[in-house]
């Protein structure tokens, strides 16, 4: 069974930091992209980031503050988040193909 376990979110302030990680099980991590989406108070999902095929990819509205990064050996996936903002506040979820984790709520206030 596919199994994708989120955590690391909590509350910062703003411009603050956290690294978010997502334990995978269940199939041949490495052979696979993965993506980092999330869902803000009242609105759909946004996709963040992704990594795969050595290649990292990232939403305009986090390119340049977040990293997106993997250990294949560990089989999992990171989310370091930088200069945080308020409107960076959501559940934030690991996925790969139309699996999802449980979240990790990420809260940016002062």
């Known amino acids: 069974e596919v199994q994708l376990v989120e955590s690391g979110g909590g509350l910062v302030q703003p411009g603050g930091s956290l690294r978010l990680s997502c334990a995978a099980s269940g199939f041949t991590f490495s052979s696979y992209a993965m993506s980092w989406v999330r869902q803000a108070p009242g609105k759909g999902l946004e996709w963040v980031s992704a990594?795969?095929?050595?290649?990292?990819t990232y939403a305009d509205s986090v390119k340049g503050r977040f990293t997106i990064s993997r250990d294949n050996a560990e089989n999992t996936v990171y989310l370091q988040m930088d200069s945080l903002k308020p409107e960076d506040t959501a559940v934030y979820y690991c996925?790969?193909?139309?699996?999802w984790g449980q979240g990790t709520q990420v809260t940016v206030s002062s």
């Open positions: 996925n790969v193909l139309t699996v």
């Open positions: 990594i795969g095929g050595g290649t990292t």
